[in-house]
Structure formats: structure tokens, C-alpha cells
């Protein structure tokens, strides 16, 4: 398993602990950046298993991943082999037939070379690689964001609509609704050049009780 970083998390740290005495907070709270970069598995099989894992919760996502894993040799999904493989034998795995057609369009894309691979990847802008992928069916800003942050270790990147990220914002200026995702948006303009490390520590601040004081 390969786990890269395109920043020093040292530097990113101490920029948000100056920039929002809010999050700083937070931070001391949580305790050091644990944010992993994993990169052992192609751009492929990483969007396969978004996919597998979409709307299910983790062990659900998990055996049925397993099980899709079971039919591909090596247990490594294989573009070719996949397009091959017919809906019924897909579906044994539990998948939905939506999530079969979705995993049949990025297999198609994969093969024909529509769908970027790393090198071209990194050669791309966050929001170009956000616009490419979300033409695959079943992949959206979302999932594409997840792959920036978690694939790629890009480090400025806000999913504003992620429901996580809402609520430890909610949390950590302690407001009574949750707030509007163009709210959220304009907070993290504070947090450039390293809102994805602003992430993580978000969806870290619901597992920890802030100090009243």
C-alpha cells in the first residue's frame, strides 16, 4: 500500500490553527492529522468500489465488494473481464442493477481510455478531474472529491454538501441548524490552501466533546 501526501501536514496544521482559532480548537481536541493518502488500487477499481459502497453502510458495502471481488481473478476488478461478465453473474454479488450499469460504464470507459489513469490524473486540475469523473454514471462531486482527498491527497478540497462535514461545522461554531453548504463555502475560503486537511478535522469533531469554555 503506497500512502502519499502532497503537503506538509506540519505546515498545514499550524496554517489553520492561525487562520481559525475555531478550528485550532478542534484540532488540539482531536490531536494529530491522521489523514492516510492510499494508492493500491488503479483509478478503476477505487471508482468500482465507490460505487459498490454507495447508499449501503460498511458492512453491507463490504461483503458485497467481497463477493464482486470473489468473480475477478486475484480478487483485482479487471475493466475487460467485467464487460464480459453478464448482468445476472453481477447481480449474484448483490449489487443493484443501477450499480451494475454504472460499474459497466466505468469498465467501458476504462477500456477505451476515457477514464484518466493516475499520471493523467495528476496533470489535472481539481475541478477538471470533478468534471471528467462525474460523467461516469453513478460517480458524482462527491465521490470525485473523495477521490482528490483520499487517492490523489490533494490538499484543498471542501465538500461543502457532505453531511459530516456540515454537522462538525454545525458543532464547532455551534449553531443551532445546520448550515447552507454556500455557508460552509465561504467559511472555508479562510482555510485555503489546505481545506481538505479542514475536512478531516470536521468529521473528527463529532467524536469529541469541545470544551464549554
Not at 454538501?161 to 454537522?167: A, E, T
Request: hydrophobic share 40%.
Amino acid at each position: 500500500m503506497t500512502r502519499l501526501r502532497q503537503f506538509d501536514a506540519l505546515a498545514a496544521c499550524a496554517h489553520l490553527a492561525r487562520r481559525d482559532k475555531g478550528l485550532s480548537r478542534v484540532m488540539a481536541e482531536v490531536g494529530d492529522l491522521q489523514l492516510e493518502v492510499r494508492r493500491n488500487r488503479s483509478v478503476f477499481e477505487y471508482l468500482g468500489r465507490s460505487i459498490v459502497y454507495q447508499q449501503l453502510s460498511g458492512k453491507a458495502a463490504a461483503t458485497i465488494h467481497g463477493r464482486l471481488l470473489d468473480l475477478f481473478a486475484r480478487r483485482r476488478l479487471h475493466s475487460a473481464r467485467l464487460l464480459e461478465m453478464p448482468l445476472e453473474q453481477l447481480r449474484s454479488a448483490g449489487l443493484s442493477r443501477s450499480k451494475c450499469l454504472a460499474l459497466y460504464d466505468l469498465a467501458e470507459r476504462a477500456v477505451t481510455g476515457v477514464l484518466p489513469d493516475t499520471r493523467a490524473l495528476h496533470k489535472m486540475s481539481d475541478q477538471q478531474i470533478i468534471d471528467c469523473l462525474s460523467e461516469v454514471r453513478g460517480v458524482g462531486e462527491w465521490t470525485a472529491q473523495m477521490l482528490l482527498i483520499f487517492y490523489l491527497g490533494r490538499p484543498d478540497v471542501l465538500p461543502t454538501r457532505d453531511l459530516g462535514v456540515l454537522k462538525g461545522y454545525q458543532k464547532m461554531r455551534a449553531l443551532r441548524e445546520l448550515p447552507d453548504p454556500s455557508r460552509l463555502a465561504r467559511a472555508g475560503l479562510r482555510w485555503r490552501p489546505y481545506r481538505s486537511i479542514a475536512t478531516w478535522y470536521l468529521w473528527r469533531c463529532l467524536d469529541i466533546t469541545l470544551p464549554t469554555t
